[in-house]
């Protein structure tokens, strides 16, 4: 989704969204797993 690589909306009016209820060492966690996985995909 991030690399937009999967269509999860099916039109302008759709909403994304992620809610967060985690502490903020498991959001540092997730999203340093997320820019990892983005910094060794090929471009």
Known sequence: M???ETRVRQS??????????GTALED???AQLVW??????PR
């Open 28 to 30: 540092l966690a997730a």
């Open 12 to 21: 302008p009016d759709d909403i994304t969204l992620f809610k967060s209820v």
């Open 36 to 41: 990892e996985r983005a910094q060794a995909a």
């Open 2 to 4: 991030a690399r937009n």
